[in-house]
Every structure is written in structure tokens, then in C-alpha cells.
């Protein structure tokens, strides 16, 4: 069984035999190989590749755990491969996060813990409200327009919100959730990604090179006094970095409903172009006082992210945590400060492979690598959450890799 690693990427919806979504994912996936492995909603622009229809090209992928699906299994179109192990490895699994700068943390503590608090906020709106959130994601994303795969047209306000129950949108960075972290840490040493700063760490410095949960603890105070403290105005613009994913939802809630949020709590990440879809600057409002303009950076993936960060170019970013790990091993000055979501990650096989769950993939694999056959899996990165994941998988049920 070999693992490629491509930039290249596709997307589709689970369907039924009807062409209707039925689990709700919008999966992003490597097109390269027969078996893929990649992020989930990533938001790309259907027209910008090339059709699902696709079937030569990849028979499974490793995307969203469907949480809204009573059974995937005897349905026409990607299925879910259930329970693969090791136990409990998929359950609550962390996977994006919210990063700062160092300096941006010791220098301008009171506006990162403003920003931090306007995000804490936002990940509790969309507990509350989760469709209403996935309609504004959708929003961000296709100005809740379609999404067109093939002769497959879908509503993207549809699949959001199916999507939405497949992702645990939580913040608090707890020692169990750091020291799940750290799984990460020891899987990109062992394929080699770590050669710095992280390579040879024990587990408490790992934790205090990764960590800077400062902000996160001084937001809490902040929510539960009813007060956010109004950070000094800024001279120049500060600038937030972003993934085009369902995952960093809690920002696009909380720039579209910026005015809940300041007529509720007093803070506000409010769009300088309340018209659009997908706004590029926005003004952090607190207490009735324009603190900071917050330009609003897309990227295509999360090393991009870091590599901004890395220059300066942005200061804050919602992001993956194994390019966060991957960005401090060489020294990029950045912490996490707490999560923003856990899970939304699963195996997706096609409907024409001859496996209905974990084991009998595993047996049809062993088939075909006697056969002469192996597997091929595409994945999206070296290291990547998925890229882990599946690893921890295929290690436990016996099955050899071999990089491609």
C-alpha cells in the first residue's frame, strides 16, 4: 500500500441514488490514486477543478466523519467506512486552532484577548445556532449559491448544514486536549517532518513551545464578568489569516453577525462592505470604539498560512494544527492559543469498491497487495491530520506503507 502526496484537489458531495446529499459532506480530496485521503469542506470553487465524475481516478477518501447519516451502507455514491481503528483515536480528535504571533500576544495582550474572546463567542453562537451558522458559512464560502460537481447540483446552504453535525465546534484548550496534540508531534518525527526545534523535546517542553493559552483564559474572564476590556486604538492594521473551510466557521459568524454580537456582548468584527459575500476588511469594534481594522486573509492551505506568519504578513490565523507543529519546529514565532474545532474526519469509500467497513477493506487490501495490486492513497500532505490518522489506522490492522 502506497501513500502520494498531491496538492491537487476535487471536490463532491455524499449523494444518494437520487443525486441528493445524504450525509451532508462536501469533501475536498487529492485526485491522485485510488485510494484519497483530505480535508473536509475546504470551500473550493467547483469550476476551478475538474469533475467528480471521476471514478478512474480515486475509489476512497478520508474526509468527514457523517454525523447526520443513520446508515451510509447500500447507497449509491461515496459510503463511510465505520469504526477503523485504533479505538477511540477518531473520537474528538483536535483539528483546527487558533493561532497568534508571539509578540502580537506580549505585545498587544488586550487586543488578542478581545479577538480571542470575539471567537469564543462565535463557537458558542454556533452551538446555539447551528443552522443558521451553516447558512452563513455557506454564505462566505458560495454566496449561498450551488455547487455544481459534474451533472451534480447541489445547494450549498444544504450541504453546510448537513456538514455542520459532522464537526464538534469547541474552544477550550484543556490538558487532554493539548496532550492529544502531541500525537501529532510524535507522528511528524517519525515521518521525518520535524528537524528543529521540536525534533528532540520532551513532552513538557513540546507543550510550552506549542501553547500560550494566556488569551483564551483572559477572554473567559472577560464572557463571564459581562465586560470586554477595550483595547488600546491600533495604528496599523492587524491581519487574520483563514482557510476556505466550514471549520473556521466561528470567524464568519462572527464578522456576518457582527451586529449580534455588538448589540449582545459589545464586540464586533464588522465588515467595512456589508454587502459582500466574503469580506476582505473588517473593523474591531469594542465598547463602542473602533480599535483595529482586521484585513481578512484568505489561504489555500495551512503551511501558506504559516508562511505568512512566518513574514509578518498576517499576525493571527485559523489553521490546522500539524502545519502550526510542523511552522514552530522551525522556528516561526507562533502559538496556539486554544481549538476551534475537534473531529470532521472519517474514511469515504466509493460505491463500486467491494468493502462496506473497515475489516473488509482491509481484506480486499490484503487481496490486491497479493495480487500484485496495493492500494494507492493520495493524501494532502505528509503529516496532515488525515495523513496521521489513517497511518494510526492502517499500522493497527497490520497493513504495511510505502511512500509513493
Known amino acids: 500500500m502506497s501513500i502520494i502526496h498531491d496538492k491537487k484537489t476535487d471536490s463532491f458531495p455524499c449523494r444518494d441514488a437520487d443525486s441528493t446529499p445524504y450525509c451532508g459532506m462536501h469533501h475536498s480530496i487529492t485526485i491522485r490514486g485510488e485510494f484519497c485521503i483530505g480535508d473536509i469542506h475546504q470551500g473550493h470553487w467547483p469550476d ?102 459534474g451533472n451534480i447540483t447541489v445547494s450549498s446552504v444544504d450541504v453546510l448544514q448537513r456538514a455542520f453535525p459532522t464537526v464538534k465546534f469547541v474552544n477550550e484548550p484543556t490538558d487532554e486536549w493539548k496532550n492529544d496534540n502531541l500525537e501529532f508531534v510524535y507522528a511528524q518525527r517519525e515521518l521525518g517532518v520535524l528537524t528543529g526545534a521540536l525534533v528532540n523535546t520532551t513532552d513538557a517542553e513540546s507543550l510550552r513551545l506549542l501553547f500560550d493559552t494566556r488569551p483564551y483564559e483572559s477572554a473567559q474572564v472577560m464572557i463571564q464578568s459581562g465586560q470586554i476590556t477595550t483595547p488600546p486604538p491600533q495604528s496599523k492594521p492587524v491581519s487574520v489569516g483563514y482557510l476556505l473551510s466550514d471549520h473556521d466557521a466561528a470567524l464568519f459568524v462572527a464578522v456576518k453577525n457582527w451586529k449580534y454580537f455588538q448589540d449582545t456582548y459589545r464586540i464586533a468584527l464588522k465588515p467595512r462592505d456589508l454587502t459582500a459575500s466574503r469580506p476582505d476588511i473588517a473593523d474591531l469594534i469594542v465598547n463602542g470604539v473602533t480599535v483595529a481594522e482586521v484585513r481578512l486573509v484568505p489561504a489555500d492551505a495551512g503551511p501558506q498560512l504559516m508562511q505568512l506568519a512566518s513574514t509578518d504578513t498576517i499576525q493571527y490565523a485559523l489553521v490546522g494544527n500539524p502545519p502550526t507543529i510542523a511552522a514552530i519546529d522551525k522556528g516561526t514565532p507562533v502559538k496556539i492559543i486554544m481549538a476551534l474545532n475537534e473531529e470532521g474526519s472519517g474514511i469515504v469509500i466509493a460505491e463500486d469498491a467491494p468493502a462496506n467497513d473497515w475489516e473488509s477493506f482491509v481484506s480486499w487490501a490484503e487481496t490486491r497487495s497479493a495480487g500484485g495490486q496495493p492500494v494507492k492513497i493520495a493524501a494532502p500532505g505528509k503529516g496532515s491530520i488525515q495523513d496521521v490518522l489513517l497511518r494510526y489506522a492502517l499500522e493497527e490492522s497490520g497493513l504495511s506503507i510505502k511512500e509513493g
Open 48 to 149: 476551478a477543478y475538474p469533475s467528480c465524475n471521476r471514478s478512474d481516478r480515486w475509489i476512497h477518501c478520508l474526509a468527514a466523519v457523517c454525523g447526520g447519516c443513520t446508515s451510509c451502507r447500500d447507497r449509491q455514491g461515496p459510503r463511510l467506512l465505520w469504526r477503523s481503528p485504533p479505538a477511540g483515536r477518531w473520537k474528538n480528535h483536535p483539528c483546527c486552532v487558533f493561532t497568534a504571533r508571539q509578540d502580537a500576544i506580549d505585545d498587544n495582550p488586550e487586543l488578542t484577548n478581545a479577538l480571542t474572546a470575539a471567537f469564543v463567542l462565535s463557537t458558542q453562537y454556533i452551538s446555539e445556532h447551528p443552522n443558521e451558522s451553516a447558512e452563513i458559512v455557506a454564505d462566505w464560502l458560495a454566496g449561498k449559491g450551488n455547487f455544481t460537481y
